[in-house]
C-alpha cells in the first residue's frame, strides 16, 4: 500500500523551540517538496528537493531547515527563528524524473504555537 | 506577484447541476497544469491534469479545458454532487533549470475555491 506518511497530525511548538515535522514516502519517487496553507491561502512552497542529498529553497524558506538523507525520507524542521509557525503543513512528492508529472500530497500536520 | 489566480473564493452549485470552476494565470511559460480537491484538515488530492498542447481533458465527471491564449482553464464537474464539496486548487508548472544542471518541476497554487454542492 503506496503512499506518504505525515507525523504526527497535530504538533504544539513553545517559544524559542525548534519541532521537527516527519514526512516519509514508499512511492519511490526521487522528489520531495514541503508546503505550508495558511488560511484561505493557496500552498506555498518551503523546500524541496529533487534528489538525495540534495535540496533547495522554496518561495518561504526563512526559518526552516531540512535535511535528505535517505530517499524516502525529507524532515522539516521549524526553528525559533520562524515567527509565525502556526500553519498546516504539507508534504508532497513526485517521480521528479519526467517533465509535466503530479506531485502526491501526505495528510498533512497541523502545528500550533503554545 | 500572483501568478496563478482563482479569482471566486467559493461556490455554490446544486446537485446534479454542472460546476465550474476557473482559473487564470500570467506566467506564459507554464506548461502543465492540475486541479486538486481538497477537504479540511486533509492533504490535497490529485484530480486532473492538462498538458498545453492540448486544450481539452476529460476523466469520468471531470473535464478540464484549457485556453492558452487567454491563458485561462476551468475545471468542469457534470453531475456535481454533495461529496464534490470541498475547496479546488489550480496549479500550474514550467521545468526549469538548477543550478545542479537538473530540471525541477515546483507548484504554483492559486488560492482555491470553495465548492458547496447543495443536496
Known amino acids: 500500500d503506496g503512499g506518504i506518511t505525515q507525523s504526527p497530525k497535530y504538533l504544539f511548538r513553545k517559544e524559542g523551540q525548534n519541532v521537527t515535522l516527519s514526512c516519509e514516502q514508499n512511492l519511490n519517487h526521487d522528489a520531495m517538496y514541503w508546503y505550508r496553507q495558511d488560511p484561505g491561502q493557496g500552498l506555498r512552497l518551503i523546500y524541496y528537493s529533487q534528489i538525495v542529498n540534495d535540496f533547495q529553497k522554496g518561495d518561504i524558506a526563512e526559518g526552516y531547515s531540512v535535511s535528505r538523507e535517505k530517499k524516502e525520507s525529507f524532515p522539516l524542521t521549524v526553528t525559533s527563528a520562524q515567527k509565525n509557525p502556526t500553519a498546516f503543513y504539507l508534504c508532497?512528492?513526485?517521480?521528479?524524473?519526467?517533465?509535466?508529472?503530479?506531485?502526491?500530497f501526505g495528510p498533512g500536520t497541523r502545528l500550533l504555537v503554545l | 506577484d500572483q501568478q496563478v489566480k482563482q479569482n471566486s473564493p467559493s461556490l455554490s452549485v446544486q446537485e446534479g447541476r454542472i460546476s465550474i470552476l476557473n482559473c487564470d494565470y500570467t506566467n506564459s511559460m507554464f506548461d502543465y497544469f492540475l486541479w486538486y480537491k481538497k477537504y479540511p484538515a486533509e492533504g490535497p488530492t490529485f484530480l486532473i491534469s492538462?498538458?498545453?498542447?492540448?486544450d481539452k481533458n476529460e476523466d469520468g465527471r471531470f473535464t478540464v479545458f484549457l485556453n492558452k491564449s487567454a491563458k485561462h482553464l476551468s475545471l468542469h464537474i457534470v453531475p456535481s454532487q454533495p461529496g464534490d464539496s470541498a475547496v479546488y486548487f489550480c496549479a500550474a508548472s514550467w521545468p526549469q533549470k538548477t543550478n545542479s544542471g537538473g530540471s525541477n518541476y515546483k507548484l504554483t497554487f492559486g488560492k482555491g475555491t470553495l465548492l458547496t454542492v447543495n443536496p
Open positions: 492538462i498538458s498545453s498542447i492540448k
Open positions: 508532497a512528492s513526485s517521480m521528479g524524473r519526467i517533465l509535466q508529472e503530479t506531485q502526491y
